[in-house]
């Protein structure tokens, strides 16, 4: 698929897909929204990728929204694009395949939300992260205020959002907002390593995990157990779940087939 503000590229089981808007720092406007969105999709149908990592060209990861779009918002506008943001997290976190966020420089704004519903998230040691709304007298929109209070505290989260400050990949990492540091030219072959170890699991179990903790975060711990027995029990009837034990006991790599 052809793509103007994004581009997707395929290896060894390994979405790459990468927000290509350097000039402005990666800012997310309306149409780089729809693109991530329509792209997704193709993503979930697509039985080449099974594992994702998000990127960005560049110096940036994501610097935040498109200002330029947001100064022009009213309140119905604003809505909407809440609205459109909002569904396009909710459909990654709903992807049924891993998605590691390779955070390579500025992830602000909508750029450090769209990295929080990612599942894992990878930071080069130059990125740096913040919601800095309240600077430009708005709040975060895409989730930001529920993701950041969820992965961080209630305490630290209020803290960033409320400052607008800007902090260095370290303290990310130090606060559990990013989950490993590594120097600027290790960060993409760091996370292809990783996303390739996923991609060579039982994809059926990766998703079934996914949904499990990410239904969790939210319900109480009685419901998340039930769901993930519910979850498990379905998994004992796949043929990845007979291949993959049957390839422990014969002392064997498994050949995992999706099913
Ligand atoms: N929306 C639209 N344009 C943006 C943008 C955004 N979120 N972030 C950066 N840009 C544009 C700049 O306007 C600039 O365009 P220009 O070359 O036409 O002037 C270009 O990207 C490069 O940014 P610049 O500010 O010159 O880079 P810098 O290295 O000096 O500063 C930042 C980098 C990230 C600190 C700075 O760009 C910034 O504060 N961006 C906004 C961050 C933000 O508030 N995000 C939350 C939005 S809700």
Known sequence: MDYKNIK??????????????????NALNDETIAELDACFDHIAA????????????G?????GADIGELAVCDVIAGR????????????MEKLPKAIIAAINGFALGGGCEIAMACDIRLASAKAKLGQPEVTLGIIPGYGGTQRLARLVGYGKAKEWIFTGDIYPADEALRIGLVDQVYPPEELMDKAMEMAQKIASRGPLAVAAAKEAVNRGINVTLDAGCEHEAALFAGICATKDKEEGTKAFLEKRKAEFVGR
């Open 8 to 25: 997707l590229e395929k290896s060894n089981g390994v979405g790459v897909l990468t927000i290509n808007r350097p000039d402005v720092l």
């Open 46 to 57: 697509d039985d080449e990728i099974k594992c994702v990592i998000l990127t960005g060209a």
């Open 59 to 63: 110096k940036a990861f994501v610097a």
């Open 80 to 91: 909407a694009k809440c609205d459109r943001g909002q569904s396009l997290l909710f459909k």
